[in-house]
């Protein structure tokens, strides 16, 4: 017994198909065998009594009726193997008969009746009302100077026909049962391949489920239930990758957070205490500062990562001036890049102000990452390369070239991921890139990184240009963000927000 499921369904609605495909073949065999065979009894009956007619018509004899051999004389010419030859009068009385029965009255079946009328061949099948057999008759009339005189009529006993019918029809239905039971014994084998698959990945998901993802489904698995078993599989592996990153997410984020807050405690311990001259205290109340500094920078990360997981990103839509932004950038990271003696350049392949629609800060803040990491992972006496072009397909496309470190090919693939960190002890939160890379997006651009170990790295951010009319792209009219910003506000009325 095959429990309710989906192999029961497969095997119910297999078995329901082909009972009722068999069933119909059946039907149609058993009427289609039985018409040949009453065809083929009709038709060779038929023909011979055309043939006794033309006989009869060719050579009759006149007036031999009163010869007392006349119709034993007719019964041995027209008689017809395995049946019975009847010679009937105009009025359907049996005049003779090749089985010596004279019947009490008249034969009035459809066949005499019709052969009354002169029609030649009629047919009749049903049962004798002496014996009670099947009998097909065929009934010709004979004419003597176009006159129906007599009826020839054969009568064959169709039971011996029937008895082969009904052993063919046995017989096929016996095909037919074997036919049935094959696609039973088949369709529960094709159910049993699909369902205990199914239920193996059932188990195994259910386990999964119970938090136990080092559980793996295994078997060769064919089609759709190898994709199954496979995303599955694979989803259970970046669940643990992403649990591991998470853990050494908070791991580095814990030691992060307690390097400053260390810094801060200490130092205001050493502050209230007193005593201090004004020098000491200055590079006390700085490091505050710094490590303050720090600790914001590390939660505003924290909080705009959440924002944008949550899409709860508010971007202030305006028209930003691209080479101002980079510019600024170049301003911000000069003095740390001047620390480790890298030079900084702006490459302006443009000759012209670019515009692109976007919100400056974010910007700002997609392009103090990408230049950011790049002097932190640049040798010293190296150099890194700001190129700002327009692409043929009217987009801007900003690329930060560096000569650092460079990132090896494993790693390239995971560096975009969030919590991914090359080097868990160089500090930050490794959300950075993540952050860019879903602000960029959301800017409706795209970031590519391109990277080899030991040549450098290079990062190219893609954005949609703002085409200008010929009165906007004045030199000097986009060099100021935030009036731009107002002009845009004050034509719009408000200010667009993502």
């Known amino acids: ?13 297999y078995f329901i198909v082909v009972f009722v495909t068999l069933l119909m073949v059946e039907g149609i065999f058993a009427v289609v065998i039985r018409t040949y065979y009453y065809d083929t009894i009709y038709n060779h009956i038929s023909n011979h009594s055309a043939w006794a007619s033309d006989y009869f018509q060719k050579f009759v ?20 193997s395995n049946t019975e030859l009847m010679i009937l009068n105009n009025k359907g009385e049996v005049r003779a008969s090749s089985t010596q029965f004279q019947a009490d009255k008249a034969i009035q079946t459809s066949d005499v009746t019709q052969a ?29 100077r176009g006159e129906n005189r007599y009826i020839v009529r054969y009568v064959t006993s169709l039971e011996e026909v029937n008895s082969k019918l009904m052993s063919l029809t046995i017989f096929s239905i016996g095909i037919g049962g074997a036919v049935l039971a094959l696609v039973t014994l088949f369709s529960i084998g094709l159910a049993n391949s699909i369902v205990k698959p199914i239920n193996n990945i059932r188990a195994v998901s259910a386990e999964m489920a119970r938090g136990k993802f080092d559980k793996r489904i295994k078997g060769n698995y064919k089609y759709e239930l ?6 599955l599989n694979y989803m259970a592996q970046e669940i643990v990758r992403s649990n591991q990153i998470k853990d050494d997410f908070i791991s580095s984020i814990s030691h992060e957070l307690r390097t400053p807050l260390t810094g801060i405690k200490g130092w205001s311990e050493t502050l209230t205490s007193g005593g201090f001259d004004p020098a000491e205290t200055k590079i006390g109340v700085g490091i505050i500062a710094k490590e303050t500094d720090r600790l914001i920078g590390l939660v505003e990360e924290i909080l705009d990562f959440s924002k944008l997981q949550q899409n709860e990103m508010k971007l202030v839509i305006t028209r930003v001036n691209l080479k101002e932004i980079l ?6 990271v000069w003095a740390k890049a001047e620390q480790k003696q890298i ?8 000759n012209r102000t670019v515009f692109v629609t976007a919100d400056g800060n974010r910007l700002k803040q997609v392009f103090l990452n990408i230049v950011d990491n790049a002097i932190k992972f640049s040798n ?5 390369e700001l190129v700002l072009r327009i692409t043929d397909n009217h987009q801007v496309l900003v690329e930060v070239i560096d000569s650092g470190i460079g990132i090896s090919e494993e790693h390239l693939k995971k560096v975009k991921d969030r919590f991914f960190q090359v080097n868990h002890q ?3 939160t490794g959300l950075g890139l993540a952050i860019s890379q879903q602000l960029v997006e959301l800017h409706n651009g795209q970031m590519d990184i391109n990277s080899e170990l030991g040549v450098g790295t290079t990062v190219s951010v893609m954005l949609p240009l703002l085409e200008l009319t010929e009165a906007d792209d004045v030199p000097g009219q986009g060099d100021n963000t935030s009036q731009d910003a107002e002009q845009i506000n004050r034509q719009d009325g408000e200010e667009d927000l993502i």
């Open 327 to 332: 510019q600024e950038i170049m301003l911000n």
């Open 1 to 13: 017994m095959i429990k309710k499921g989906i192999g029961r369904q497969i095997v119910l609605h």
């Open 343 to 350: 030079q900084l350049k702006l490459d302006d392949k443009t």
């Open 380 to 384: 010293e006496n190296s150099w890194i």
């Open 116 to 144: 009354m009328a002169g029609v030649v061949g009629s047919k009749w099948i049903g049962r004798q009302a002496s014996t009670g057999e099947l009998v097909m008759s065929v009934s010709t009339p004979l004419q003597v």
């Open 226 to 231: 190898g994709e199954l078993a496979s995303t």
């Open 426 to 428: 160089g500090g930050g």
């Open 61 to 80: 004899r006149l007036y031999a009726e009163k010869d007392p051999n006349y119709f034993t004389e007719m019964l041995r010419t027209f008689e017809l």
